[in-house]
Every structure is written in C-alpha cells, then in structure tokens.
C-alpha cells in the first residue's frame, strides 16, 4: 500500500515510527517533511522537522530532547558563545553540525534540497521515503506586536519557540515565501498516486499549515482520489507538545480536536480533510465532527510507547479504509 504523510517534526516522526512498525516492509511511505521551520545559521541551512524525522527514524534521535543527535556534545556552541556571537539561543551540537555542514555544502555545489535529503537519507535509512515540501525557501515568522527582546514585531518561528519559549502573545503567523514556494520534486506525484494520505497529529499551524500553504500541495490534498485522515494533535483542551496552544489561541481556532478539524476542513466543503481521530476523551465532539462534514473517530491518541503508537497507525489506516469504503459506497 502506498501512504502519505505530510509531517512537521517530534509528532509527525512519532507516528510515522508507529506506521512503519503497523505495516508491512512492501508497504511504501513517503513522508511530505514541513520545510518552514528552516534558518539560515552561521552560513548554514538548518532543517529541523526534515532532520527530526531522519533522525528519530534513523535511530539518531536524542530521546529526552525528540530533536538533535544522541550522545550531544556542545562544544562548537560554546565557542560561539565565547566569540560573542549572535543568535547562540539555537542549540547547533558537535554532531548535528555535520548534517548542516553536509547540506549546506551541498546546496551551495546547485544541488536541490530533494537531493540533499535523499543524500542525507543513505546514512539514516529512515525506512521512508522523506521529500522535503518544496525546495524553495520558505520560512515561518510569528507576528508578536512589538513584545519582542528589541521591540522587533516579526521574529522568526525558532526565535519565538526557543529565544521567547512562545511566551509572548501571537499576533499571526506569516508563512513567508509560501504564495510564490512551488511543491518539492516528487511531492504532488506522492499525493495523488498514494493510497492513503495522512495528516499526523502535526501543529495544525506551524507544520501540516505550513506543508498546505504551498498552494500546489494543498491543490494536490483537495483532488486525490485517496482518502485524506488526520489525526488531532489536541488532546482535551491543549496540545499533548510543542506550542500549538499558543498559536491556535492567537489565530482565534478554538483549542479542541473538533476546532482543528473545522480549521482544516472537510474537503467536501473545500477543505482538506475526509475523517478524523479525536481521543477517546473528546468522544462527545464527534458530533461536531461530523456536522464538519468529516468521519469522526475517537481512539487512544497519546502515542505513550510503541505499542500505542502502532495501534494508532492502524486505527488511521482503518478510518481511511471506511472513508474510502463509504466514498465508493
Ligand atoms: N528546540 C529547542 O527548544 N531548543 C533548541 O536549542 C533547539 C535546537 C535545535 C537544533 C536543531 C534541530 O533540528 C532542532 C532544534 N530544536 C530546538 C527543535 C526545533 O525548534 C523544532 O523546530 C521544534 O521542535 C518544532 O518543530
């Protein structure tokens, strides 16, 4: 079966991590990686969910931090701070460095960032095939009014998630350079000859948003004749990780998985999605699910160990089996 998944970085990963261990080895998964939370640093490019992914399925994740390299070292970190240098609130380890180094030697020698990552990819051997969205630059600033270290209104997303720790309340969020980005190589193709196409329980704004606001991508999720299921990454009132609170309550989306849903709509109504797993805790929003034009579920999402995490992969591909089912019906 071939699946597609549109991935930010630690929740995508982890449950890609759960469809590779609830399928089968000629099952093909290709992986859409959000490309937005890129930065130039030092001359390098940085590409944090592409790498979370690689990483965590290449078996070179740090497990308690979910981003970076295991067995860290900081000493290239140190020096900088030493130097005085700017910008030191970006945690670059001895180790991860060498990615950045490779790929930004890479892009400098012409070569894309479908290349680069599929170069990057022979050492890891995720298990997947990982396109990046597109390999135009396109990067995520949150507009914060001002409240910022130098009264500055727009930061870039790493500075408002790391420097300020998303402390700061957000006015927008602007997707730059996604009205011109065009898709990735091989990234439309993944979604309209996949079987089944995923939305993990992704931040819906700053990674699965990001991934759509490319437009041919979104054109691509809307015209599929594969069924399209998300998996909500709000669990009750908030987000399971990450800063999903934060943006969803500045873009005034109401914090809950049948808000999310709505956000990203049924693709019956122009939207992007066709079902949708709640947690068995939100099991009285399904009927406003349902009222979104959507096939609602409610099963076990926190992605606690490994068994939890396959057993989530299978309820997903089961939803997607019954939109299909009820599509063809
Ligand atoms: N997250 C942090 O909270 N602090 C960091 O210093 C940090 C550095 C970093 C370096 C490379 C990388 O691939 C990821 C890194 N992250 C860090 C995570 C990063 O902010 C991700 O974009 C988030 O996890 C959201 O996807």
Redo the contacts with the bound molecule.
């Keep these: 079966m071939k699946i597609t998944v549109l991935s930010?970085?630690?929740g995508g990963a982890r449950f890609i991590s759960g469809l590779l261990a609830a399928t089968r080895r000629d099952d093909e998964i290709t992986v859409i990686g959000?490309t937005a939370?890129d930065l130039w640093l030092f001359g390098l490019r940085?590409?944090?969910?592409l790498?979370?992914v690689m990483?965590t399925l290449g078996g070179g994740i740090d497990p308690e931090?979910?981003?970076?390299r295991t067995d860290e070292t900081w000493n290239a970190k140190d020096e900088l701070i030493a130097y005085g240098a700017d910008r030191t609130?970006?945690?670059?380890?001895d180790r991860?460095l060498a990615t950045h180094l490779v790929r930004s030697e890479m892009l400098r020698a012409g070569e894309g960032l479908a290349a680069v990552t599929r170069r990057l990819c022979e050492r890891w051997q995720p298990g997947v095939r990982l396109l990046p969205m597109t390999e135009d630059e396109v990067e995520t600033h949150i507009a914060i009014d001002g409240t910022g270290p130098d009264g500055r209104d727009v930061i870039h997303?790493?500075e408002y998630?790391?420097r300020l720790r998303a402390e700061v309340p957000v006015r927008d969020v602007v997707i730059r350079g996604a009205e011109t980005a065009t898709a990735g190589p091989g990234v439309v193709d993944a979604i309209l000859d996949a079987e089944v196409v995923v939305l993990p329980p992704s931040?819906p704004i700053?990674?699965t948003g990001a991934i759509l606001s490319v437009g041919q991508i979104a054109d691509a999720v809307r015209s599929t004749a594969a069924p399209v299921v998300g998996v909500s990454p709000i669990i009750g009132g908030g987000a399971v990780r990450?800063m999903a609170d934060q943006l969803l309550t500045g873009l005034a989306i109401e914090l809950s998985a049948s808000g999310v849903a709505r956000h990203l709509g049924a693709r019956s109504d122009g939207g992007v999605l066709d079902g949708w797993l709640v947690d068995t805790s939100d099991a009285a929003q399904l009927a406003a699910v349902e009222a979104a034009g959507l096939v609602g579920r409610a099963v076990p999402l926190y992605m606690s160990d490994d068994a939890t995490t396959a057993q989530l992969a299978r309820d997903t591909l089961d939803l997607a089996g019954a939109v299909a089912g009820s599509s063809a019906a």
């Design positions: 930010g970085g630690v959000n939370d940085v590409c944090p969910d790498d979370t990483y931090r979910k981003w970076g609130w970006f945690g670059l380890g991860d997303f790493q998630w790391i931040n700053v990674s990450g």
